[in-house]
Nanobody, 116 residues
Framework: QVRLVESGGGLVQAGGSLRLSCAASGIIFRFASMGWYRQAPGKQREMVATMTTGGSTNYADSVKGRFTISRDNAENMVYLQMNNLRPEDTAVYYC??????????WGQGTQVTVSS
């Protein structure tokens, strides 16, 4: 059974930082592409950052230079370091795992709220 558990969300002032963590189980982590997505109220879920098994990264334009995705294959963890947070970053952040055979799995999400 695949399980993704996010943590690290919270309330922070604009300009502050948060580090999100996602613990994965039930998949061969080193073969999974990992990503962070977010969904703000009334909006569609959008990609924030992704990382392939080879370490290639992709970021949404709105977070480039502020957010950094990383992974620890030994610990089955993926992280999202978020710096210089803005009120428009407020959303529920979801961890996603994509497997080589086409599986796509989601965590339950963690709330990030940035006050102005």
């Amino acid at each position: 059974q695949v399980r993704l558990v996010e943590s690290g969300g919270g309330l922070v002032q604009a300009g502050g930082s948060l580090r999100l963590s996602c613990a994965a189980s039930g998949i061969i982590f080193r073969f999974a592409s990992m990503g962070w997505y977010r969904q703000a109220p009334g909006k569609q879920r959008e990609m924030v950052a992704t990382m392939t098994t080879g370490g290639s990264t992709n970021y949404a334009d709105s977070v480039k230079g502020r957010f950094t995705i990383s992974r620890d294959n030994a610990e089955n963890m993926v992280y999202l370091q978020m710096n210089n947070l803005r009120p428009e970053d407020t959303a529920v952040y979801y961890c996603n795992a994509g497997t080589p055979i086409g599986g796509s799995y989601w965590g339950q999400g963690t709330q990030v709220t940035v006050s102005s």
